[in-house]
């Protein structure tokens, strides 16, 4: 019983580190633009496409061993995701900078069904099975249970990333740059902040967290599909709402505990409530806490 | 020698002429005062200089080159910092953040070395930090450093901002109705620390109703109304000026 508990609580924070890092994604992007990309999840699919192009069609692990195929293909995924978020803005949302909110939602919209349907022609609407295991299917003893290291492997990799991005937020010049940005832009560019840049930074760091996502979920469940961002997109979405959109901590926090939610909703409540479970929580956080439940409550200054 | 020039200067809103031909010069090393009834233009004419704004017509020369086209952070680059007649802090960062926001266009490494930590990028940062205390302790807020700058006493973020303005390394520092807001005693503290700011050779351009304040800190004064300059000259000469008495006066009958 306690094994059984134990096992959905790693399962719960495998999903939600993946969750945590696509909602980064979307909390970066709307801390700076006020603007929800919906084509991250779009991102999120093409990494898990650039990571199946890398292991499995050139089967860079037969010729390099899988340490070095898998640091080639991450350095691979993150870069082209991180390419096509910089092209997404340059493309779908610079135009629109001085337009109306709703002009850029909509374009944020086309461009996601656009790269949907651009992967599908590329790539065929069939399920791509990765075929072989390329993570380990070992376990580990941790304080008397076994652990998967795979499930271990998707959590670190996804924790190890998220501190990198909080000590660069929070701990860097750069960094500064872009929490300014968030607050007033027009201020930040009258203290000598290159606005455009902290955009085009902020459109290649959380396409690039996508992409890494997107990678992951492909080796892990070893199977990857066009429309796969839809549903991950919406959720990671719900995560940053959760934590507080436009808020990083907040998006690293509220996807871990949605992943819990749903693994230990879909264990204890049923397995096809699931997805109604995390979208109840996102209606429940927006009618009791709508700014999310790590945002901080400042009464505003007139 | 000319730090700023604006030759027949022009904005238009729509059908609305908010600056219309506007032609000044200003001295390196001056204190200056733009004075004039609201919505005459005088903050348009800022955000011009200052990149913000672009102007229909005309020019802005700053230290012998043209500057307007020129994108807000880069005019900072060259040199022109500036507050808000509304202060614009970036309220949830530290007062220390804030200050050293106004260091980033000075800084040399790049988004990559700032990830990285490299020995040059420590020490720069090192070098920053101890500038941007400077600043601090030059408008009298070093203890708030650790404090959100939206915490502050509303006089206490007016000289943040001026603080955050100046780690720009300015030429010429342009402040927007600084003593707005302030009182009596704390207008006095701002005679002296905008003659202090002069002092470290930094030319000053302001906005401001208070004539008292203006009076006594200003070596020369520029009058707009309605989009236009009508008069320039010494305080003295100006408050005797009836065209300007007239602008004060008579704004009524001018507004409707």
């Known amino acids: 019983m306690l094994s059984h508990f134990f096992e959905q609580i790693i399962y719960g924070l495998t999903v939600g580190g993946v969750y945590a890092l696509i909602a980064l994604g979307y909390t970066m992007v709307y801390g700076v633009m006020k603007l929800i990309n919906f084509a991250h999840g779009e991102l999120f699919t093409l990494g898990a496409f650039v990571g199946f192009f890398f292991l499995v069609t050139l089967d860079l692990g037969s010729f390099w061993g899988p340490v070095l195929a898998i ?19 340059r493309v779908a949302y610079r135009p629109l900078r001085d337009s109306d909110r709703l002009a850029a939602v909509v374009s944020a919209l086309g461009a996601s069904i656009f790269l949907q349907n651009l992967i599908m022609v590329v790539s065929g609407a069939k399920y791509r099975a990765f075929g072989v295991d390329l993570l380990p299917t070992t376990f580990i003893q941790f304080a008397g249970q076994s652990v998967p290291v795979a499930r271990l492997f998707v959590f670190l990799t996804a924790v190890v990333t998220m501190l990198l991005l909080y000590v660069f937020i929070n701990n860097t010049r750069f960094g500064l740059a872009i929490r300014a940005a968030a607050i007033d832009q027009g201020a930040a560019r009258l203290m000598g902040v290159d606005v455009n840049k902290v955009i085009a930074v902020v459109f290649v760091i959380g396409p690039a967290l996508g992409g890494l996502a997107g990678l992951l979920v492909g080796v892990y469940y070893g199977q990857i599909n066009f429309d796969m961002g839809q549903l991950y997109g919406l959720k990671a979405f719900t995560a940053a709402v959760i934590g507080g959109i436009g808020n990083i901590p907040g998006a690293m926090i509220g996807g871990l505990l949605l992943g819990l939610l749903e693994t230990l909703g879909a264990a204890y409540v049923s397995g096809a409530w699931k997805d109604a479970l995390s979208f109840v929580a996102l209606i429940l956080i927006l009618v009791i806490r709508p700014t999310g439940i790590l945002s901080e409550r400042v009464a505003e200054k007139l | 020698m000319l730090i700023l020039s604006l030759a027949g200067l022009t904005k238009t809103f729509g059908g609305l002429v908010a600056v219309a031909g ?12 733009l ?16 990149g913000s704004v672009k102007p229909d017509d005309g020019h802005v020369f700053f230290s012998g080159r043209t500057i307007n086209g020129l994108k807000p952070h880069q005019v900072v680059a060259l040199g022109v910092a500036r507050t808000f007649q509304t202060i614009r802090l970036f309220p ?5 953040d804030n200050v050293l926001s106004g260091r980033h266009c000075r800084l040399t490494s790049g988004v990559i070395a700032s990830f990285l930590r490299l020995p040059s990028q420590r020490l720069e940062e090192k070098l920053v930090l101890k500038r941007a205390m400077e600043e601090l302790e030059f408008v009298g807020l070093a203890e708030t450093w650790a404090a ?21 390394e300015p030429k010429l520092l342009i402040l927007d109705e600084p003593a707005g807001g302030m009182n009596e005693e704390e207008t006095a503290e701002l005679v002296g620390l905008v003659r202090r700011i002069r002092d470290r050779d930094v030319t000053v351009f302001l906005i401001e109703h208070d004539m008292g304040f203006v009076m006594k800190v200003c070596h020369h004064l520029f009058v707009m109304e309605n989009g236009s300059l009508i008069a320039s000259g010494a305080p003295k000469e100006i408050q005797s000026d009836p065209r300007v008495i007239e602008a004060y006066l008579g704004q009524d009958e001018i507004e409707t």
């Open chain 1, 71 to 89: 640091s080639l293909t991450v350095v691979g995924v993150s870069g082209i995701t991180a390419l096509a978020g910089r092209l997404l803005e």
């Open chain 2, 22 to 33: 506007v032609t000044l010069s200003i001295d390196r090393g001056r204190i200056v005062g």
């Open chain 2, 35 to 50: 004075i004039g009834p609201n919505g005459a233009g005088k903050t348009t004419v800022f955000n011009l200089i200052t």
């Open chain 2, 92 to 96: 949830k960062l530290t007062v220390l």
């Open chain 2, 148 to 168: 959100p700058a939206g915490s502050l006493a509303y006089g206490d973020q007016r000289r943040l901002e001026i603080a955050r303005a100046l780690a720009t």
